[in-house]
């Protein structure tokens, strides 16, 4: 077994149907007094919901603004990855997050600790990476900062996400599984919650897909979420997750659904360089009906969730493939499989058209 570094990240998880209930315990728990509630309303000092993907900077200013206004002494992030994304940017000082956002000059806040309550199962509530973009480009980094200090996962908020909403923001989750199983600076704790993360969300998400009330295969996913983003939170990412951060920034593409179309493709393009990873998802996947192999595996689970096939679909013109294609082969991250201009083309054509991996 090779040498590893495994660090715990320090924050505190309240999981289970009706755990919502003990937001104000936890709020108190956390030492807080006036919470600013990100995109819901509650017993609070303030709202803010005007949460939207990709963390505006014009938004974040306005959030700070906002927090500022009510003397917010921390708040409390309701809601899918977009609006905890704004949970984060209220946990760094100003300093921090004009460099992440190419020295745009900020309100200044004494940084708010986060109470993250998630509502799809993006995984980011676990992880201390987030990002702003200004002037049309996403920058994103890693704080320890921005780690939201108490999580509750509560199924029951869930019963509300559409199916269309619920079968990507599932496959996103696989996704950080399945590049942390193959990460370079991954570990064999982290193997073991990624494997058991593909192995709970590929087996509950066609049933909460197909039946929004079914609150036990709601309560597995978001379980299978939740490990996900600490997988997520763990590991250096490669070329699936660099590759839907250049599509989604460039086109303007869906952050879910663009992981959901690329998932399959990257895993076969990665095949043959992580056999170890590639036998941890088939032996996740071991327990469904979908293919044994990885990449036709993922694809059949997507399209088992009627997800998008295809970049297609989700409005990338086909125009855009090669300049895409060399944009991603100058990316200088670490990757199983070297980026090859070649092959990453021929990745990007068949994710365009939807095909299902071939099982070479
Ligand atoms: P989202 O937060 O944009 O939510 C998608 C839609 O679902 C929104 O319209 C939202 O209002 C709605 N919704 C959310 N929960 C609902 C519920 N329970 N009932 C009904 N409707 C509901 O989507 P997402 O996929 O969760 O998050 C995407 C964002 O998260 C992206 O910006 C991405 O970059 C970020 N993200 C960050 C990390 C990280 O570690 N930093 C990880 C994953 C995703």
Known sequence: MRAFVHIGLPSRVVFGAGAFDNVAAEVDNLGLRRVLVLSTPGHVAGFFDQAVMHVPIETVVAARAAALACGADGCVAIGGGSTIGFGKVLAVDAETLGKVAGGARLPD???????AIPTTFSGSEMTPVFGV???GNKTTTRDLRALPRTVIYDPDLLATLPAKVAGPSGMNAIAHCVEALYARDGDPITSLMAEEGIRTLAASLPRVVADASNREARAEALY??????SCLAMVTTALHHKLCH????RYNLPHAETHTILLPHVVRYNRAAAPEAM??????????DFDADPARGLYDLAEALRAPLALEEIGLPASALDEAADAAAKGTYWNPRPLDRRALRQLLQDAWEGKRPAGD
């Open 109 to 115: 806040l004494p940084p708010l600790p986060a109470l």
């Open 133 to 135: 973009t200004a002037v």
């Open 224 to 229: 299978g979420a939740w490990l996900a983003g």
């Open 246 to 249: 250049l599509l989604g920034g």
């Open 279 to 288: 036998a941890r998802i088939t032996r996740a996947l071991a327990s469904t």
